[in-house]
Every structure is written in C-alpha cells, then in structure tokens.
C-alpha cells in the first residue's frame, strides 16, 4: 500500500473512529423498561401477541409463521461473514414501562429529550432537524417514533385524518384497521418469504402502517424514526404502506442505536401496496450503530423490504442512504404486477472500517410496458466489503418491458472491496435490460487539487464522495437530501472537529 | 523582502536527483517566466511549490513573503497565497465548478479569520470572471474539469486564479494544448490578474504565451538547476537558437 494511500485511509477514520465520537446517536437513554427475558418459543410469541392485546387470527398468524421459521436454514449467501446468531440469546420484546401514551403530552418526557437529541421533534411545531424553525414554507412531516419494540408517539394524527389519511403504529392498525391489515398484511413479503422474514412474522413488536385512500395525494411528508435503546435486544419492526388508487405518498425512514460491544440484531418487514395510478416515494436514510474501528460491535441489519405494483400505472421509488449497520443485507423490491408500472432503486451504501453491505434491489417485470430503473453508488473505505446484488427479471409476460441498471463503486484507499452481483433473468426476447457499471477510486490527484485549492483534505474526501452520490441525493426530499450529505460527512471524517 | 525566495532546492522523487540546488526571488508585481527543454526539471518545480507529495525536499527551502513553506501542507501553502495551476487538471465528476469554487473561497475566507462570502456576491464575483475568459455561465455549474475540452481545462484554471487572487500564482505549461485564439483568451487573463500585490511565475516549453504575457525575468532550467538568467530577450533568442547553445 503506498503511503499515499495510507494516509487516505486514516482520513476516513480507522484510527480516530475507534472512540466512537463520530457516531453522535451512540447514547443510552436511561428508562424503565418491560423487557421480556432472553429466549424464543412459541409462548414468547404468544406472550407479545398479548402484550399487544391482539385478536386471535394475529395470534394464529404470528404461530404459524414462527413454525415455518423453525424450519428454515439460516441463509449464508450474501457476500457477509459474521459468527452465528443465538437466537435464544435474544430479548425480543422491550419497551418503556407503562400503558402506552394516549396523546403526546403523555409521552415520557426522557423519551421526547431522546428524540430531541436526535434530531426529531416530537411536538407538531417544530420540523425536521435541518430545517430552519422560522422556515414557514418548509415542509411539515408527520413522525411516527418507534422505541425499541414500540411505537412511542405519532404526531399530526388529526391533520392527516381530516385528509382521510391513516398514519399509525402497526399495533394500533391491527386494532382499528383489522380489515386492511388482514387483507395486506403478508400479501407482498410472504410468511415464509426467507428465513429473517419468517422470524420477523412470529415476533414483529411495532412499525408504521399508512393507508392513503383514492385520489388523494398526502398532504405532507411521513416519517418513521426507529430507535433501538436496550441491551441484547432485537427490533422487529413491521411496516405496511397502502397507496390506494390514484393516491401519493412520500415516506422516509431514519435509524439509529447506541454504541454497544455485542452485536445487536435488526430484521425489519416493510411491504408496500400501489393500487391503480398510485404512487409511493419510500426513502431510507440508515445510521445504526456501525461497531468500532476493530469491528466490535454494530448492528446487524437484516432487511426485507418490497413493493408490489399492483395497479396499472402505479409506481414505488425506493432510495436509500446506508451509512450504518456492522453488516447491511436487504433488497428493497419491487413486483411490477399493473400495465405500465414504474419501480425505480436509488441507492448509497457508505463502508468503512470494517463494515459489511451486500445491497441492491430486486426487480420483477409481469405486467406489460413495465419499466424499472436501478442507480446504485457504492463507496468502499477501511477494511469494509460493499456488495451491489440486483436481479431483474423479465417474466414473459412483461412485453415491451425495459430496465436500466447503473452501478458504480467508489473505493477509497486500497484495503477495502467493492463487488458487483448483477443478476439479469429474461424469459422474454423483446425485453431491454441494460446495465452500466464503473469502478473508481478517490484519487491523490483529486485530493491535491482540492488541497492546493485550501480545502483540507477531510472537506475534499467529503465533496468528492457526495459528487459521486449526486444522482440519488437528487431522488430525495429536500431536508432529506441535507440530512443524507451531512451524514456522509461525518461518517467520513472519522473525528468530528 | 521578496514574495517568493527559493534557496538552494534539491528535489527527489523516488530516491532520483531531480532538481539540484534552485535559486530564485521573485518580487510583488514580477512576472518570471521558467523555460527549459523536456526533462529538466520545469514542472517538478511547479509541482514542488506547491507541495505535490511524491516530490521529496531534500535541501534548501522555499519562503512565501518571509514564511518558511517547505514543510507546510499544501492546503496551509494555498492558504498563504500560493495557486498552481495544473498541467493536466484532473476531473471530479459530479462536484460542480461552482461548488468547488465555493468550498475554496470559503476555506480561503475562513483561513483569513473571514466570514465566507454570500452565496449572491459569490456567484456574481464567479459569473465575472467567467465571463472575462469567455466561457459561458453553464460552464460554472458542469462537474469539475468533466469533459472539458483541453482549452476548456486550461481556462478552468486561470478562472481559479481570478477567484481565488493568489499572492503568487505558479503556471504551469498553461499555453500547451491551446490553438491561438484560446492562448490570446488566457493571456489576457493573466495580464488581468497581474498586479502590483501579486506575482506569476510561468513555467513554459515555449516562449509564444511570452508574446501575450510580457515577463520581467526569464530563467533557464536545464538538469535541475538554472543555468541562465535574463530578460524578455533571452525567451526570444531561446526561440531562434533553442537550448543547446546553453548547454541545456
């Protein structure tokens, strides 16, 4: 490795990261907590079916998927290596002591500081971290806070009602909406979808469920802040996203945990629903706790995300920021059932230290004239692995169907790896799939014209890398795309000041 | 006290002799030009100027207004008013003209114990000096050097230098590449920057950039040292007799 190099990689932090101080989310909030004892048996899931007081059918749904995760392998496939997962070791119920909040003042003051701290504003005055308070013209976005196994608050409930909206916690869904949640819930990630799917089906605690009904286009923008505070816990959160016909929604999705030496596990279910001419916008800015320098630590993030286009016309966009996580493995998807549908996957997925991703998306074409496209931008530093894995597939009844991947990889330094694993499956001969890839480093050249321009050579690693992340910076919103660059920023810089 | 003292530079570059004992001073309001033929040593002086790592100080140093810069990193060198325009400037895609523009007049800004500019004067101030080298408004928001032409890589340069008004802006073979109406558009450039609170040290094959931009002093670098000094006449006679009379 040249000395150049060297120096480059302890840019990005190996040596600095390994206080932790440039993962400002890596606090513990001390509160009490009903936390179920380490262990996993068909009376832990009855047990957190009770909790949630829910009717019999989810309880028979939750014991029936628990039976077919019992007999399932863990999968090994994806480009990630970590020692095996004690799943009796594993608390799968935690949240903070008492009956849930029945509006937001009665929302555990510490929990509100927590969410203060990171930037989410529970009260309905106050926006988005990133946006200026006395912006009146910014965006107001509606925040579901799910802490550890359970939704803590939902703000702006009445102003969406009134637009006919519902934007809850899947707890609370499962209670008032039990039609929608039985009809969708299961119907575009299967029980026995694969084996984190499956566990998430038995023990899922608490998520988001929206339903934006016909012709309606939601009147702002909806979030999800996840949060998982206790110790040798897992979060299995359960999301559900319905776009009834013609309606539009835009959700993003934000993550943190803080610093812990065991690894923590994360499998989350997100399912989207576009009916006939819907449309819905899901984006992921993701921070959990990435570990230490020497890969202690960090969480494992186990994904399974997918949208099904059901209706002609519909369209789901997924765009992701991955920053965090020791190990990320997840596909947000899209089935393209409808004539003409749309599924778009725009993708940053940021590695260093000893982080592992294996990432990208899964693209189905059924329906006619459907189209989708996959823009991925991997960058690679420290002794990290970035995998891109994308399947398109062209069934043959999707005639006239098009696909356009691009995918790129960024390494920075030469001790870290970038992998590519397109899959291109047609069974179609009119089908145009077309895949562009390119491999790039962050050159000393670059960086000395930057320096010899007087940036320092932190600021130059930064705006070289969110460059090469324009083009899916771009597909977010606004205070999202800001929020996304500064992360990358400090992800980069290793120590912060 | 001069802008610019070099003293007794010897340079390495794995470990190979490259420069052997460099003397100049340059002076506010100078413009020197440095010639040579391929080989001896031209660019790596530039480059070392400017901090380029790979290029080894192995003795003597190199001063900007009084201020030993020899161990200095080259963001610090930029900070003390120290510009290189490259030989090959080096594209980043995706990061705008503007952007990378901002990020270094803010950082100069900053070094100043400044507020950076707002982002209205700024993109006037840009607009200006785009303008001066006859390079469209648009050029400003295209990706850094990303698939400019080699005349429009060139200007990017010089438009650089006009934003960030160096105390001393070191050219490096500027005029390659460039057909006549684009070298008259640089040269008139630098003739515009020129000043009496700043300097310009061309590094250059060729003396016709010398026909635009007039300069006070011109030295001839052959085997890592200067072997020659003079004024404007010693370009003209290296254009008619070449470098071998000066057993260059």
Not at chain 1, 12 to 28: L, N, Q, R
Not at chain 1, 191 to 196: E, G, R
Not at chain 1, 201 to 221: H, L, Q
Not at chain 1, 394 to 409: I, V
């Amino acid at each position: 490795m040249s000395e150049r190099s060297n120096e480059l990689t302890d840019l990005v932090g190996e040596e600095h990261a390994a206080t932790g101080h440039d993962y400002a989310a890596g606090f513990v909030t001390e509160i009490d907590t009903d936390t179920l004892p380490p262990g996993l048996d068909e009376d832990v899931v009855r047990a957190i079916s009770a909790k949630k007081a829910e009717p019999a059918w989810m309880t028979e749904w939750r014991l029936d998927a628990f039976r077919r995760w019992q007999e399932m392998p863990t999968p090994r496939w994806a480009h990630v290596q970590f020692p095996d997962i004690d799943f009796q070791g594993i608390s799968y119920f935690s949240a903070p002591k008492g009956d849930a909040p029945k509006s937001l003042d009665e929302v555990d003051p510490e929990l509100l500081r927590t969410y203060e701290k990171l930037g989410i504003p529970l009260h309905e005055r106050a926006r988005l971290a990133g946006v200026e308070a006395e912006d009146e013209e910014a965006p107001q976005v509606a925040v579901d806070a799910v802490f550890d196994s359970v939704s803590v608050a939902t703000t702006f409930k009445e102003r969406l009602a009134e637009a006919g909206v519902v934007f809850c916690s899947m707890s609370e869904a499962i209670q008032e909406h039990p039609e929608l949640v039985r009809k969708y819930l299961g119907s575009v990630v299967p029980k026995p979808d694969n084996f984190y799917a499956a566990l998430n089906s038995a023990v899922f605690s608490d998520g988001s469920f929206v339903y934006v009904p016909k012709n309606t286009r939601c009147p702002m923008e909806l979030s999800t802040y996840f949060r998982i505070n206790a110790e040798n816990t897992g979060q299995f959160e359960r999301t559900l996203i319905i776009a009834d016909e013609g309606a539009y929604v835009s959700y993003l999705e934000g993550c943190t945990a803080p610093m812990r030496d065991d690894n923590q596990l994360h499998a989350a279910v997100v399912e989207l629903v576009a009916l006939e001419d819907a449309e819905i916008k899901y984006s992921t800015v993701q921070n959990w706790y990435p570990g230490d320098a020497e890969g202690n630590g960090g969480i494992y993030n186990f994904v399974t995300k997918r949208g099904t286009c059901l209706g002609d016309r519909s369209k789901i966009s997924w765009t992701q920021v991955e920053t965090g996580s020791a190990i990320t493995w997840k596909y947000p998807s899209v089935m393209l059932r409808g004539a003409d549908s749309v599924g778009e996957f725009y993708s940053v997925a940021l590695t260093r230290n000893f982080q592992q991703a294996d990432t990208g998306t899964k693209m189905t074409h059924i329906g006619p004239r459907t189209k989708s496209t996959i823009v991925s931008k991997g960058i690679s530093a420290g002794r990290s692995q970035n995998s891109y894995r994308g399947r398109v597939r062209m069934n043959p009844g999707a005639k006239g169907a098009r696909n356009y991947t691009q995918c790129d990889s960024l390494l920075i330094g030469d001790t870290c790896g970038a992998h590519t694993f397109p899959y291109i499956e047609s069974k179609l001969s009119t089908a145009v799939v077309e895949h562009e890839a390119t491999t790039s480093k962050v050159s000393d050249e670059q960086l000395f014209l930057c320096q010899q321009r007087g940036i320092d050579p932190e600021k130059a690693v930064a705006m070289i890398v969110n460059g090469f992340c324009r083009d899916v910076f771009r597909t977010l919103p606004m205070e999202f795309a800001v929020e996304a660059a500064k992360l990358l920023e400090v992800s980069l810089e290793g120590a912060v000041g | 006290m001069s802008l610019l003292r070099v003293e007794e530079l010897h340079v390495e570059v794995d470990g190979k002799p490259i420069l052997a004992g460099i003397d100049l001073e340059v002076d506010a309001g100078e413009v020197h030009a440095v010639m040579g033929p391929n080989g001896s040593g031209k660019s790596t002086f530039a480059n070392v100027l400017a901090g380029r790592p790979g290029y080894d100080v192995v003795r003597g140093s190199m001063r900007v207004d009084g201020e030993d810069v020899t161990e200095l990193a080259p963001e610090e060198r930029s900070l003390r008013g120290l510009f290189l325009a490259f030989q090959y400037p080096i594209e980043i895609p995706g990061v705008s003209n503007m952007e990378f523009l901002k990020a270094a007049v803010d950082a100069h800004a900053l070094g100043r114990g400044e507020d950076p500019p707002s982002a209205i004067d700024f993109v006037r101030h840009a607009r200006e000096a785009a303008s001066r080298l006859e390079l469209n408004p648009d050029f400003l928001k295209r990706g850094v050097n990303d698939g400019f032409s080699g005349g429009e890589k060139k200007r990017n340069e010089i438009l650089q230098m006009l934003i960030l008004e160096p105390r001393l802006a070191v050219l490096d073979e500027t005029d390659s590449g460039l057909d006549i109406d684009a070298l008259q558009v640089v040269a008139n450039g630098i003739n515009a920057f020129r000043g009496d609170g700043n300097a310009v040290v061309l590094v250059t094959h060729y003396q016709r950039l010398l026909n635009y931009v007039v300069p006070d002093h011109v030295h001839v670098l052959a085997d890592g040292r200067i072997v020659h000094s003079g004024d404007r006449s010693l370009a003209l006679e290296l254009e008619e007799r070449g470098y071998g009379w000066l057993g260059a």
